[in-house]
């Protein structure tokens, strides 16, 4: 299956990160190249991209999309280590980095990864296919407690404790081991009354995604470390697909935002209170209706952006 990735908000992330053209910029979440494609077209000679993904199958793919250019630097690794990898990169700042910490259409939609409720796989959800957690170890293993929590808090599954309940009682018989065992546990534990539009087995899938691939544990330290590696007037652009997500990254930016009491006047901050920037949009972006129509997966999606405050002279 060919690696597709329909950028999400491509227009609105774009004129978010106000690309110099000489500019550095990382694409944390690299994909198909999607995003990547449209800012590495207005960088010069002298710009330059950072593409880091996890997914070595996403790297391949963007290697190929983005072949024209050739000032990518391909990184496989997480956008959670971004200090270390631009460190290693010899790159003190940048000009910009993007985070769309949605999944890809290609992660969703082959079913030999594991992500799908569509069909018959093996239970993997591993973005990188180095890691050893996998989706088989979080439902064969974890505590009931843990996995009731973990289909509450990611997946917001009102029949989470119906759902691992069903779980326990099967794997003390047999390990759970493809897609389709799980789909048809997830079926025969919502009663039909309840059940209503959708796919059944959706919230429970993301949800053991979620904790299978860390999505969420790290994101506040992330988005905080991604602003402390921007340079003066330096954009960060954060699009989220979870509640849980866009409220850690809010909360990371309003941290850095700082809360100053000075009275307005002043030229300057006395109250001894240390911004590293603003919020550019104080509420969310969300895609227009024709984006949502035209690709579903927009309907949920929600980009803000920071932009890191210039040094004032005393």
Request: glycine share 6%.
């Amino acid at each position: 299956m060919k690696f597709e990735h329909k950028p999400v908000l491509l227009a609105e992330c774009i004129e978010g990160l106000q690309i110099k053209p000489d500019g550095i910029y990382v694409d944390g979440t690299l994909g198909g190249g999607g995003h990547s494609k449209e800012i590495a077209k207005r960088l010069s000679a002298k710009g330059k991209l950072i593409g880091i993904d996890r997914d070595e199958e996403a790297l391949k793919a963007a290697r190929e999309n983005l072949k024209e250019f050739s000032n990518i630097i391909y990184v496989h690794g997480n956008h959670d280590e971004i200090q270390d990898i631009l460190h290693t990169l010899d790159i003190q700042k940048v000009d910009g980095i993007l985070l769309d910490l949605g999944v890809s259409s290609y992660q969703l939609d082959e079913r030999a990864r594991g992500f799908s409720y569509m069909g018959e796989a093996k239970l993997d959800m591993r973005m990188d296919r180095t890691q050893r957690l996998t989706a088989y170890d979080v439902v064969n293993t974890y505590p009931e407690e843990k996995l009731i929590q973990i289909l509450r808090e990611y997946g917001e599954e009102k029949f989470s404790k119906q759902i691992v309940k069903s779980i326990i009682e099967i794997r003390k018989k047999k390990p759970i081991e493809t897609t389709m065992e799980l789909v048809n546990i997830i079926e025969n534990s919502i009663p039909r009354a309840k059940q209503k539009e959708g796919h059944l087995a959706k919230r429970t899938f993301q949800a053991i995604r979620i904790e299978v691939n860390n999505e969420i544990e790290p994101l506040f330290i992330t988005v905080k470390q991604s602003i402390q590696c921007l340079k003066e007037k330096g954009r960060l652009c954060v699009i989220t697909f979870h509640s849980l997500e866009d409220r850690n990254v809010k909360k990371a930016m309003i941290e850095a935002e700082g809360i100053c009491t000075c009275p307005k006047d002043l030229p300057y901050c006395v109250c001894g209170c240390k911004s590293e920037g603003r919020m550019v949009n104080k509420k969310p972006i969300e895609a227009s209706i024709e984006e949502q129509r035209e690709n579903t997966r927009a309907k949920s999606a929600k980009l803000r952006v920071f932009e890191k405050a210039e040094t004032k002279e005393r």
